[in-house]
Structure formats: C-alpha cells, structure tokens
C-alpha cells in the first residue's frame, strides 16, 4: 500500500514516546489522595493520617496537618491519579475513548458518559458491571425524519495495571434517506451496518497505545479482511493530552489518520482534532475537522 511507510512511521513514533516516558523513573506515583469539602465550600486535598467518629486527621500536600471535626466535613473523595513534579494529575475522566473509537479500559460499575460528536451524534453510555458497558445513541440531523440509530456494548475480560482488553459491536441502524413517500405513509426501508471488534490498550495515563481490529458487515455480509486501528495518548499536563487515531484499511490506497487535543476536567472533556485521509484527492484543504464533547458521571472507584 502506497500508505503503508507513513502508516509504519507514525507506529514507531508512538511506540518510541511511550517506551522514552517510562524508562523516566522517579517522575510519578500513584496517588492515594483525598479530597475533603467542608460546609464552609472548602476544599482539601491530602492524606488521611487517621480517623475515629470525631475527628479526622489530615496531612496537606503541602505538608500541614489538620485535625477536622466530622460536623465541618460535607463530603470526602478519594482522588485517582498520579503525582507528577509534585502536583496531583487527575485520570482522564474519558479514558475508555479515542477520538471515537474504544480503548480496551472499562467502565467501572456505575460509571458512564454522555457525548456528542460532530454536533449531531450524540452518545451515551453505562458501566452494567465492571467489565459489561452497555452505550448507543441516535443522530440528530436536522429537518429529517429518519435517524441513524446506534447500539455499542463492550465486553472488558482482561483488566490489569497497564493492559486492558475489551472486545465489543458497533451496530448501526439504517433507514433508507432516499425513500421519501409524501403521501405520508412510511414505507421506510431498513439497513444495518457495523463492525465487530477487539481492543487491547497498554500504558499508564501518563502514555499509552491502543491497538484494535475489527471485521465490517452489512448486507447479510461480514468482510473477509479486516480494519486495522492504532491509536495513541500522551499527557501533555495535568488537563491536556494529544491523542491519535489511526486507521489502516485492507486493499484501499486511502488510510485515515489523526491528530488532536483532548482538555479536561473531573467530569467534562472535550477533544478537538484533525483527521487526514492519507492518498485521497481531497482537491482543497486536506484535514477533516473532529470535535467531541463529554461529560462523566458516577464516581470513581
């Protein structure tokens, strides 16, 4: 394929990032941190030396130590993430996502989002168990009728510290858009669509790789060779990662590939990105612009 060196290129350069990170030592642990908020609309974030009905006693990152009264105390969060340079780096909320596609991470029980892509394709998803997520949506076109309708359960049947394996379908409803009747009958035709695929991602939140496969159908048909994707994240700071979504589609001379940012938060993250259809004849300016919004809801365990 005409594609393939750039293909093989940007591997690598993933690959070298991600290794180049963590032969860093020192740089980061893990977090054990708590966050408290008082009544008062304060809030702490530190270690929880010890603790009895009365009182909790609470070391700040900057190492002062407090001895609270439970009746100041709203809430207390157990924080994930990690230290780096002495500062607290907070997961990415929407870490179970590329730019669209699945990483091989799971939604943990009780955990979910809610997304919106390209304006009208709007997303959600729920974590059924701990390695069952359940997600779908419907498009948003408008002045139409007739919606695409989407379905995306995940199965995560390998989780451990730095590789996650998920295998999952896309399935997508299609109603026929050309088969209009304005004697305002339906006589809607329908189609489906999808892919079914397996995932695996390996890393930290601080860098990982993703690298999935898929086998397309439609028609009654399932295709004979499959897509390949090769994704990547790497954080830039505490509220900023690039992230790349790439794919390598068998006996075409077009490759998808991409590059973007991710910002987030606690909850919201949003993604802007370009993506390159690598061998097209685009005939103008030649990046498609992504922009991908989502908010997470439950909480981390």
Do not use: C
């Amino acid at each position: 394929m005409r594609n393939s060196p750039l293909f093989l290129s940007l591997f690598l350069l993933l690959v070298l990032i991600h290794f180049s990170l963590h032969a860093q030592s020192g740089t980061t642990t893990d977090a054990n941190i708590w966050q408290i908020e008082l009544f008062d609309g304060s809030k702490l974030i530190g270690n929880i030396i010890a603790e009895d009905e009365n009182f909790i006693q609470f070391k700040t990152l900057s190492g002062t130590e407090l001895k609270i009264p439970r009746t100041q105390v709203r809430k207390k969060e157990l924080l994930k993430g990690e230290f780096v340079g002495g500062k607290l780096w907070r997961d990415d909320p929407n870490r179970t996502r590329l730019l669209f596609s699945a990483t091989g991470r799971a939604l943990k029980q009780g955990q979910g989002y809610f997304s919106v892509y390209e304006v009208f394709f709007p997303f959600i998803a729920y974590g059924a168990t701990d390695w069952l997520a359940l997600a779908g949506g419907v498009t948003l076109f408008p002045g139409s009728s007739k919606q695409l309708v989407y379905l995306a359960p995940k199965i995560t049947f390998l989780q451990r510290s730095r590789l996650d394996v998920s295998a999952g379908v896309l399935y997508i409803r299609i109603p026929d858009f050309d088969d209009d009747d304005n004697s305002g009958e339906s006589n809607e035709d329908i189609h489906s669509a999808g892919i079914m695929y397996g995932v695996s991602t390996y890393g930290t939140e601080k860098s990982s790789l993703t690298f999935g496969l898929g086998y397309a159908f439609g028609g009654g048909e399932i295709a004979k060779k499959p897509v390949f994707m090769l994704g990547g994240e790497l954080r830039a700071s505490s509220s900023i990662k690039f992230v790349s979504e790439n794919w390598l589609i068998p006996d075409s001379e077009v490759q998808l590939l991409s590059v973007g940012l991710r910002f987030f938060g606690e909850k919201l993250a949003a993604d802007f990105a370009f993506f390159y259809p690598a061998g097209a004849d685009t005939g103008g300016f030649p990046f498609f612009p992504w922009i991908g919004f989502a908010y997470n809801f439950g909480s981390q365990k």
